[in-house]
């Protein structure tokens, strides 16, 4: 079973801290993704990367960085973090690029900016 | 641009009961799509998807879904419904990237 786990389920940050999110998966999937869910809105993508050091801007990057160095490691960086940042973030992965191939989900850390 | 739309924020059925989970999409081309389920707490997990061929298609949990090419419709149905089944469904599209709906809760009582 292919496995993806992110570093914490819960987090609590104050209003203009730096905040990492981290994400692994173990079936060596080349394509990674970060979400964020929020009720009636469905998943929104933030960033999204295809291989390594590797990333595409998704529909809602700003206020967010990402980092690629290792083909299982997908990081989300949350530059300072404002209270609409408030939000379910989802890290997923699939095999390859391309629309037939499902995706994988994490977790989900809940970020409460404060 | 490729969008999901469904229409319901929530169903409602009695356990032992036929469910049906509405997805409409819209997409140039031909389409990939998909179900997920999520539990409380959990992430999303991967039900079924369509990529070519039969229009029904089986997934896990005894779910199903059935293509509609005229009507862009993908809806989830299940013969008989289970209280285990209460969840939140996204359908999702994709071409390149992937689209979720918004989500539909489903509750199915005993």
């Known amino acids: 079973d292919v496995k993806v786990t992110q570093s914490s389920r819960y987090l609590v940050k104050r209003t203009g801290e730096k905040v990492f999110l981290e994400c692994v998966q173990d079936?060596?999937?080349?394509?990674m993704f970060w979400y964020r869910q929020d009720p009636g809105l469905g998943l929104r993508l933030i960033y999204f990367?295809?291989?390594?050091?590797?990333?595409e801007k998704g529909d809602i990057p700003e206020g967010y960085s990402v980092s690629r160095e290792k083909k299982e490691r997908f990081s989300l960086i949350l530059e300072s973090a404002s209270t609409n940042q408030t939000s379910m973030y989802l890290c997923a992965s699939s095999l390859y690029q391309g629309g037939s191939y499902e995706q994988y989900f994490g977790p989900g850390t809940r970020l409460t900016v404060t | 641009a490729q969008s999901v739309a469904q229409p319901e924020d929530q169903v409602n059925v009695a356990e032992g009961n036929p469910l049906t989970v509405k997805c409409t999409y819209s997409v140039s081309g031909n389409p990939y799509l998909f179900w997920y389920v999520q539990y409380p707490n959990r992430g999303l997990q991967f039900l079924l998807k369509?990529?070519?061929?039969?229009?029904l298609v089986k997934g896990s949990y005894g779910f199903e879904a059935e293509f509609n090419k005229s009507q862009t419709s993908f809806h989830l149905k299940k013969p008989s419904a289970l209280v285990s089944d209460s969840a939140l469904y996204f359908c999702?599209?994709?071409?390149?990237?992937?689209?979720f709906g918004a989500g539909t809760r489903l509750t199915v009582k005993p």
């Open positions: 990367s295809y291989d390594v050091k590797m990333k």
């Open positions: 999702a599209v994709s071409n390149n990237d992937m689209r």
């Open positions: 079936m060596d999937h080349e394509n």
């Open positions: 369509y990529i070519t061929g039969d229009n």
